[in-house]
C-alpha cells in the first residue's frame, strides 16, 4: 500500500523560505511522475512542480518557476520541495502526489492523472 507523508509547512512572511518534504513507501519510483500540487480556500488544486523519475527532468507551473524547485533523493524515499521568495499568493495546502503508473503523456497539471495522495501540509506567507 502506497503511503505519502507531507512535513514542512508553516507560517511565514514573505521574502522568506520553506522547504516542504514528502516521504513516500510501497512505492518504487519508475516510468512515472512524482509531484507538489496545491489547493487554496475556494479555488482548485493545481500543479506546482512535478519530476519524471525515469529522467529526472522537472516541469513547474510559470507562478513558481524560479522560485520553487522540486527535487527527490530516493536514498531516503522522500520527495522535496524547496520554496524560496515566498509571497501571499502561495498560500495554500500543499499535496504531494505519485503518479504510480507509467506516464503516458497529458497534462502533468492535471490532479486526475495522479493515483496517490499525501494529506497535505499547510503554508501561509503574510505579507
Not at 507551473?61 to 502561495?90: C, H, W
Amino acid at each position: 500500500q502506497v503511503q505519502l507523508v507531507e512535513s514542512g509547512g508553516d507560517s511565514v512572511q514573505a521574502g522568506g523560505s520553506l522547504r516542504l518534504s514528502c516521504v513516500y513507501s510501497g512505492y518504487t519510483p519508475s516510468r512515472d511522475y512524482m509531484a507538489w500540487f496545491r489547493q487554496a480556500p475556494q479555488k482548485e488544486r493545481e500543479g506546482v512542480a512535478a519530476v519524471s523519475t525515469a529522467t529526472s527532468n522537472t516541469i513547474y507551473a510559470d507562478s513558481v518557476k524560479g522560485r520553487f524547485t522540486i527535487f527527490q533523493d530516493n536514498a531516503k524515499n522522500t520527495l522535496y520541495l524547496q520554496m524560496n521568495s515566498l509571497k501571499p499568493e502561495d498560500s495554500a495546502m500543499y499535496y504531494c502526489a505519485i503518479r504510480g503508473r507509467t506516464w503516458l503523456g497529458g497534462d502533468w497539471s492535471n490532479p486526475s492523472l495522479f493515483d496517490y495522495w499525501g494529506q497535505g501540509t499547510q503554508v501561509t506567507v503574510s505579507s
